[in-house]
């Protein structure tokens, strides 16, 4: 009898996901409502964040390879090859609407958040590894980026019939990077170098400004579709979810088969869970790179750069309370041998 139940209830859930994904095709047909205006501004928005972030880049940062190297590479290859990996098969597996299925694996394809910084100050976790890794990542993400959304999204839609074709021209993400990131980025290095005085003064005002921005970034990404993007909430809400657990997971996972520390284990699942949607933002409202139609894919990753703050504030506070309790529940041990003051009570007594 039990066995049958179960049976029964496995057929209708596989039903109801069915139905389910049935539903939410509709966002395939879609189309984004945006303007020039709104495109120019979200332009200059991302590019002063860029800039703002590459004022605080240092030599130090590069050279902390070749002092933690095994962490480093932990993150860099997690983050640009194993997630993107894995969300690939996650929307193959599932059979994800093809502009929701897009959007997963732009978001994936992209480098880690600034933001990620502070949520690792927060876990308690290492915050010049997590600098390192967003400054590493940033600048990769010129080439990167490019290059994993385009395999990996010329496999996806390899694999899948195609309502509207799209044909992503790996050139044109190359163009649209270098022109909103390797240009704010050099000309932020620069101006740090020259004028390492006045980058001092404006650095944390500009940190700051830069969170602002990219709120009110997402705010007008999303003021465009506000009726779309409200109304399929709760279709992409449980899926930006689910793939942001995911993508926390594998980073901790993966710094954990490392045998990395556990500051470094949490630092490197912020930078893989916390993504610089921003850029996919951009891409997005490229015409060169994306036509009309498929508007499932802002849906995304509007709702992932919204999503991951609220992830990351829960995780790090959940890490930063264990690292607040564990002081006064275990005494201070040293990581090659542990001494309990009970024993170093009993072989005093026993000296005696």
Not at 113 to 130: H, P
Not at 242 to 271: C, P, Q, V, Y
Not at 274 to 280: E, L, P, R, V
Request: hydrophobic content about 55%; overall charge positive.
């Amino acid at each position: 009898m039990p066995i049958i139940f179960i049976q029964h209830l496995c057929y209708l859930e596989m039903n109801l996901f069915e139905i389910f994904l049935q539903q939410i095709q509709v966002i395939d047909q879609l189309s984004l409502n945006f303007n020039e205006l709104g495109i120019t501004f979200m332009n200059i928005a991302i590019g002063f964040i860029m800039f703002g972030i590459a004022l605080g880049i240092k030599t130090k940062d590069f050279t902390r390879v070749l002092i933690q190297p095994k962490s480093i590479l932990t993150g860099f290859v997690t983050q640009f090859f194993l997630l993107p990996a894995l969300t690939f098969l996650l929307v193959i597996s599932v059979g994800f609407p093809v502009s929701i299925s897009l959007g997963m694996l732009l978001v994936a394809s992209c480098p880690g958040g600034n933001i990620s910084n502070f949520f690792t100050s927060l876990a308690k976790g290492n915050v010049a590894l997590s600098v390192s890794l967003t400054t590493i990542s940033d600048l990769f993400s010129i080439l990167m980026t490019p290059l994993n959304f385009t395999f990996w999204a010329g496999l996806y839609m390899d694999s899948v019939p195609l309502a509207h074709p799209i044909e992503i021209s790996a050139l044109d993400v190359f163009k649209t990077i270098v022109l909103l990131l390797g240009i704010p980025i050099w000309l932020g290095m620069w101006v740090a170098k020259v004028f390492p005085n006045f980058t001092r003064k404006i650095n944390n005002s500009l940190k700051i400004i830069s969170i602002f921005i990219f709120i009110l970034f997402i705010v007008v990404a999303l003021s465009f579709n506000f009726e779309n993007f409200y109304k399929y909430l709760w279709i992409i809400l449980p899926i930006v979810a689910i793939h942001n657990l995911m993508a926390f997971g594998l980073g901790w996972l993966a710094a954990r088969i490392m045998r990395t520390s556990r500051k470094d284990r949490r630092t490197i699942s912020i930078e893989v869970g916390i993504q610089n949607s921003s850029i996919a933002l951009v891409l997005i409202f490229s015409h060169q790179i994306f036509p009309q139609g498929y508007g499932g894919i802002a849906f995304i990753v509007a709702w992932w750069g919204i999503w991951h703050i609220f992830a990351g504030l829960i995780i790090s506070k959940l890490w930063a309370g264990k690292a607040e309790l564990s002081p006064k529940l275990l005494p201070k041990l040293n990581d090659e041998k542990i001494q309990l003051p009970i024993f170093s009570e009993l072989i005093k007594s026993k000296d005696n």
